[in-house]
């Protein structure tokens, strides 16, 4: 079962990212732009009076907001569908009666959560001219820490649930659940430094514009992916014959 599930998961994870690539090129790109704008402006106000020699680009604009998007978000979405559809086969028939459209949401909904939502809330995206070139390693780790405790914290939370259903009942079990893992993102948030290497007279509508575009980027894929592959699941668990059998949590 779960080699079908894999293939529908890439498959899904494909067509999400061409509707993922679509949205970034209307309303990431425009952000990105205009960051690029204020970099060479800020870049020209310091430039000698003489004039700088501009160095060549390694690879070109239209290249990056073209060929080069598409390609890392076909990518990407391949990649999370593939695991998405794993986690899927590992958790079907083992928490409650979902259908696989359901849990397809509700796997895809808390994968947006601990992959997105909550990395950056603490160390939110930035676009270009944000950010100081020799603290992008510190920062890059200091992400993936955050990341890494969501999903540990995340997983915490899934079988903390699952033991409190028992004696506090679904529902009161995944409240509990949740308030558990949002005090320890609290606190992980607590210990790790704030980073702020925003310009002064970077336009805050910019950043904003942006950083709302990267999230709905995400957004997008995973809903998309979330609904393509509960629909491909579905029809692949109901010819396999195994719908019932899961959902009667054999």
């Known amino acids: 079962m779960s080699g079908h599930l894999l293939l529908r998961g890439m498959l899904a994870g494909l067509i999400a990212g061409l509707v993922a690539f679509g949205f970034a090129r209307v309303y990431g790109e425009p952000q990105v732009e205009r960051a690029i704008a204020f970099e060479e402006l800020m870049a020209a106000a310091e430039a000698p009076a003489a004039g700088a020699i501009e160095e060549p680009e ?22 999370m569908g593939g695991i998405f ?7 079907y028939g083992r928490v409650g009666s979902l259908s696989p459209r359901a849990l397809a949401l509700v796997l895809g909904a808390a994968a947006f959560v601990a992959l997105v939502a909550v990395p950056d809330l603490k160390y939110p995206p930035n676009p270009p001219a944000v950010g100081d070139p020799e603290t992008i390693g510190a920062r890059t780790g200091l992400f993936f820490v955050v990341l890494a405790a969501s ?13 409190l259903a028992e004696q506090l009942g679904r529902w009161n079990g995944a409240i509990v659940a949740g308030l558990a893992y949002v005090v320890f993102l609290a606190i992980v948030f607590r210990l790790l430094p704030a980073i702020n290497e925003v310009p002064e007279n970077f336009p ?7 950083r709302l575009a990267t ?8 809903t998309v992916l979330s609904l393509v592959f509960g629909y491909l699941a579905e029809k692949s668990l109901v010819r396999s014959g195994n719908y019932r059998t899961a959902r009667a949590g054999v």
Not at 152 to 163: D, S
Not at 204 to 210: G, H, K, N, S, V
């Open 85 to 91: 559809s794993l986690v899927f086969a590992g958790l």
């Open 215 to 222: 999230v709905g980027l995400q957004l997008t894929l995973w």
């Open 58 to 79: 390694a690879v070109s604009r239209e290249t990056q907001a073209g060929i080069g998007l598409l390609t890392g978000v076909l990518a990407y979405g391949v990649a």
């Open 204 to 210: 805050a509508t910019a950043l904003y514009d942006f």
């Open 151 to 163: 999903i540990f914290a995340l997983a915490l939370a899934v079988a903390f649930a699952r033991r």
